[in-house]
Nanobody, 127 residues
Framework: QVQLVESGGGLVQAGGSLRLSCAASGRTFSSYAMGWFRQPPGKEREFVAAISWSGSSTYYADSVKGRFTISRDNAKNTVYLHMNSLKAEDAAVYYC????????????????????WGQGTQVTVSS
């Protein structure tokens, strides 16, 4: 089992950057595929990005490709989401997710595929 704690959210101007972090408990972090999802106000939670256990495979929603980068540091039990060129539509609560998965590629990029979730961190983008 793994526990996830997100941090790094806040208020940023449109066009600005922010880095989210997700710290995981436990000694088997490197056995987990990790993902980021977000839930804009009044909308359903949606996939943002994901990364395999080794970092060799990464996945992005079309809406964030070229602007967001997911990365991980297995020595620090942490996954990051680097967000650049932020837009008003990026405002949301961002959630970190995990699934024990040692494959080089992830399975589904859906909420139901991930087993563990953090509490979320708020990102607000001012125009």
């Amino acid at each position: 089992q793994v526990q996830l704690v997100e941090s790094g959210g806040g208020l940023v101007q449109a066009g600005g950057s922010l880095r989210l972090s997700c710290a995981a408990s436990g000694r088997t972090f490197s056995s987990y595929a990790m993902g980021w999802f977000r839930q804009p106000p009044g909308k359903e939670r949606e996939f943002v990005a994901a990364i395999s256990w080794s970092g060799s495979s990464t996945y992005y929603a079309d809406s964030v490709k070229g602007r967001f980068t997911i990365s991980r540091d297995n020595a620090k039990n942490t996954v990051y989401l680097h967000m650049n060129s932020l837009k008003a539509e990026d405002a949301a609560v961002y959630y970190c997710a995990a699934r024990r998965w040692s494959g080089p590629r992830l399975g589904e990029l859906t909420e139901s595929w991930f087993d563990y979730w953090g509490q979320g961190t708020q990102v607000t983008v001012s125009s």
